[in-house]
């Protein structure tokens, strides 16, 4: 566990147990798992191979009835996906031949050392009868009988009737699945603590409630822990679609790989794996490392589960737990990886259908208790762009975090600073102590600039009542000279020549190799009050500051064009300034200088 550089991204791998000479064993016969040794727990039943959704294939009804329109909105409205479409396909539908690539589906198994036994535990609450009971029957119907100790359902406080007695009495034909209940709601991570506490496999295996698994998913997941008993692993997480319920199979051909990231709003997101990753890689057997993790469905050692802490029992519902896991593993010893060869499908929705109790603040609450115990100073890059965070860190409402610190004390972790440095190398750290930070405000309008809704880049600005929340309004003055809005992306204010506007794009300065286009770069000055009355056209009357911050690109602009477009208020701007004049609220845009 000390060995941090044999953890880091990149670094070279320990030849696999696969590639090792065995270690006789008496306790388990020598050679590789047979096929009948890997036999599922459940056969899976003939299916009609033109049966809606057959194969993995999606099924949409057309020339609906009235009747059926209106069950079909119903169920879009209740769970954010077409249930009407899931109710119509097998609870035990196929997902046609393996596609997943050669070395995948050829790859065999040691019996030396055995591979371990799973508990796969699923959390739901209010989840539709087709998703949930076809994510159990997928984990029957792929998983060996000999691995799969048992399937854990964990009701977080359903309300709907058909997840109560109903699905109690049907389960008992299933054997090795049970139910266990919240009778409150408490959120996903107490839900999952209350299934591990109780799980009798050598590994926990998590999912979400509306899954399916492909073939092989599971055998991949376990040999990954059996040589490397501190690895988080995941599956390649495939979509299945939200509207018609196809599966998006594996391509037997090499692909580009993704890998885990989070921004500096600590939500997380995903991004090509680089180059040097690419490279340590021989085949699709290889896992990927990733810096963080979505957290929905992994696999975990249960010693190592409860040794690196388990969750944060005091994260409330969920949010933030999959960062503050990918955070911690890594910090203290223990390493994230994607695992190609396992392929399982997940239902993304656009947005959750439930609601939170306490709202969704407990996220907030979360990510705070996340960034005091791991980030170190780099919590305040993020207490920057969350002003009610920096608020509740600022008064302690995150609760007690002394348990977090202890463990981090009692495993030796490292600091956040390594993690960024050995980790996750690639990402933009956005300064510590940006030159100036906050919102940009129009004196005379008496509102601020703003990126919009949905802004990712190319698009121009707004002017917006200020709201002091940061957000769309937030900005920093770097020590390159960018103005970034970098709550997300990594965004900043770029000036464009005629006739186009001031807009908001991808920053050029990415991190090593890379540096600041022209068009991105500001020179902040000070211009005293009898300045401005030298300056023709401009009615020095609208500022009541003798002091005024003022903006402009050091790329030549009209003026006239520049200042319309982002002050909408202006009318003109000081003849013989040809870069526009931009004018920073000094007790706004905060001065650190």
Known sequence: ???????????????????????????????????????????????????????????????????????????????????????????????????RPPECVERKFRRCPPLPTTSVIIVFHNEAWSTLLRTVYSVLHTSPAALLTEIIMVDDASTAEHLGTRLDEYVKQLKIVKVVRQQERKGLITARLLGARGA???????????????????????????????????????????????????????????????????????????????????????????????????????????HIGTYDDKMEIWGGENVEMSFRVWQCGGQ?????????????????????PKGTEVITRNQVRLAEVWMDDYKHIYYRRNSNAAKMAKEKGFGDISERVNLRERLQCKNFT????TIYPEVFVPDLTPTKFGAIKNSGAQSCLDVGEKNEGGKPLIMY??????????FEYTSHKELRHNIGKQLCLQANPQPDQVKIELCTLKGLGTSVAPQQEWIFTEVRKHHLDNMAHLNSG??????????????????????????????????????????????????LS
């Open 200 to 306: 009798l496999g050598e590994i926990l295996t998590f999912l979400d409630a509306h899954c399916e698994c492909f073939h092989g998913w599971l055998e991949p997941l376990l040999a990954r822990i059996v040589e490397e008993p501190t690895a988080v692993v995941s599956p390649e997480i495939t979509t299945i679609n939200l509207n018609d319920f196809t599966f998006n199979k594996p391509v037997a051909t090499a692909k580009a790989r993704n890998r885990g990231n989070f921004d500096w709003s600590l939500s997380f997101g995903w991004e090509g794996i680089p180059e040097h990753e690419r490279n340590r890689r021989k085949d699709e057997t290889y896992p990927v490392k990733t810096p963080t993790f979505a957290g929905g469905l992994f696999s975990i050692s249960k010693k190592y589960f409860e």
């Open 1 to 99: 566990i000390n060995n941090y550089l044999a953890f880091q991204i990149g670094a070279p791998q320990p030849p696999s147990i696969e590639e090792q000479q065995a270690t006789p064993d008496h306790h388990c016969p020598p050679g590789h798992y047979s096929q009948a040794e890997l036999k599922p727990a459940l056969e899976r039943p003939p299916q009609d191979p033109q049966g809606p959704g057959a194969d993995g294939r999606g099924y949409e009804k057309n020339n609906m009835t009235p009747e059926e329109e209106k069950e079909k909105e119903k169920g879009m409205t209740v769970n954010c996906f077409n249930q009407f479409s899931s109710d119509r396909i097998s609870l035990s539908r196929s997902l046609g031949d393996d596609t």
């Open 418 to 421: 390594w993690y960024l440095n």
């Open 542 to 591: 609208k500022f009541s500051h003798s002091s005024l911050k003022i903006l402009s690109s050091s790329v030549s602009l009209d003026g006239e064009r520049c200042c319309t477009a982002i002050f909408r208020s202006l009318q003109r701007c000081s003849i013989g300034f040809k870069s526009g004049l931009w004018l920073g609220h000094s007790r706004t845009f905060r001065d």
């Open 336 to 356: 994230l990886e994607i695992i190609p060869c396992s392929v399982v499908g997940h239902v993304f929705r656009t947005k959750s259908p439930h609601t939170f």
């Open 465 to 474: 009542t200020c709201h002091n929340m940061g957000g769309n309004q937030y």
